[in-house]
């Protein structure tokens, strides 16, 4: 499931990357404690933002990673390798 627009739209806001630290650590102490429906007030634009699931959470975190990472200057992910064997 991916974001609403009011909820990427209320990360976009956000340029601090501390802030968007804080907002990342946030979102993932309420998704590691089970909760279904988190809301969360933005300190920039003094509104409340609603996640009503586990997919919009991972999606919203997934989010600020990308968003933290640009703004720390890394690369994005790329290209990912997956080995595997039969155990022999």
Not at 13 to 39: F, H, M, N, P
Not at 57 to 70: C, E, G, H, Q, T
Not at 74 to 84: A, D, E
Request: glycine share 6%; no cysteine.
């Amino acid at each position: 499931m991916a974001l609403t627009p009011e909820q990427a739209a209320e990360i976009a806001r956000i340029e601090d990357i501390d802030q968007l630290r804080a907002l990342r650590a946030k979102l993932i102490t309420q998704r590691s404690s089970g909760v279904g429906k988190v809301s969360i007030r933005s300190a920039i634009s003094n509104r409340e933002v609603e996640y009503r699931s586990d997919a919009e959470m991972a999606a919203a975190i997934a989010d600020l990673d990308r968003k933290i990472n640009a703004l720390a200057g890394g690369s994005p992910v790329q290209i990912v390798n997956i080995r595997s064997s039969r155990g022999w």
